[in-house]
T-cell receptor, first 112, second 112 residues
Framework: EDKVVQSPLSLVVHEGDTVTLNCSYE??????LLWYKQEKKAPTFLFML??SGIEKKSGRLSSILDKKELFSILNITATQTGDSAVYLC????????????WGAGTKLIIKP | NAGVMQNPRHLVRRRGQEARLRCSPM?????VYWYRQLPEEGLKFMVY????????ESGMPKERFSAEFPKEGPSILRIQQVVRGDSAAYFC??????????FGQGTRLTVV
């Protein structure tokens, strides 16, 4: 059965800390891995990763994919209270024509 | 406790036909969100509904698209007179009030 597992489920840190969020997967016919930041109602797309070892970076956020070990990490440096959100990982793949298998999310809380 | 259920998983329609996508929220969830994901793009918010009410439809195209969440039964996203550009994956998410949303696995709509 295809699955995506995120860890930790929740994380509380102080402003300025660096955090690393994990996403491991077992998905047939892997095509890509996506990270989203979910605030209120609309998830914000962060990264799409398709190739191993190539870091994608956007400001204080970065992410990398390891297709051999079947995981991805999302790093956030110098965290701010505005980074508080649920971070979702999803993998495109599976046994049908198109499928997104979602992780449960990591709830990140940044304390001032 | 079943998760968010979407059906069908894959729907093929000819141009000009109608597409109906169904979303059964998780038990106890009264808020439903619909998103569309175009190839190689992130999720795009379409509409946010509570039971029998449309709260925010700012992401919904003004024509041919409609959504409902009746008192009984699943939420329905309806697309009339489909065109090729409607081909996409449509995701539904549900939540309780002010809590994180859980996503279904999506419906892949292909317009031929």
């Amino acid at each position: 059965e295809d699955k995506v597992v995120q860890s930790p489920l929740s994380l509380v840190v102080h402003e300025g800390d660096t955090v690393t969020l994990n996403c491991s997967y077992e998905v047939t016919n892997f095509r890509s891995l996506l990270w989203y930041k979910q605030e209120k109602k609309a998830p914000t797309f962060l990264f799409m990763l398709t190739s191993s070892g190539i870091e994608k970076k956007s400001g204080r956020l970065s992410s990398i994919l390891d297709k051999k070990e079947l995981f991805s990490i999302l790093n956030i440096t110098a965290t701010q209270t505005g980074d508080s959100a649920v971070y979702l990982c999803a993998v495109e793949g599976g046994d049908s024509n198109y499928q997104l298998i979602w992780g449960a999310g990591t709830k990140l809380i940044i304390k001032p | 406790n079943a998760g968010v259920m979407q059906n069908p998983r894959h729907l093929v329609r000819r141009r000009g036909q109608e597409a109906r996508l169904r979303c059964s929220p998780m038990k106890g969830h009264s808020h439903v969100y619909w998103y569309r994901q175009l190839p190689e793009e992130g999720l795009k918010f379409m509409v946010y509904l509570q039971k029998e009410n449309i709260i925010d439809e700012s992401g919904m195209p003004k024509e041919r698209f409609s959504a409902e969440f009746p008192k009984e039964g699943p939420s329905i996203l309806r697309i009339q007179q489909v065109v090729r550009g409607d081909s996409a994956a449509y995701f539904c998410a549900s939540s309780k009030l002010n809590t994180e949303a859980f996503f279904g696995q999506g419906t892949r709509l292909t317009v031929v």
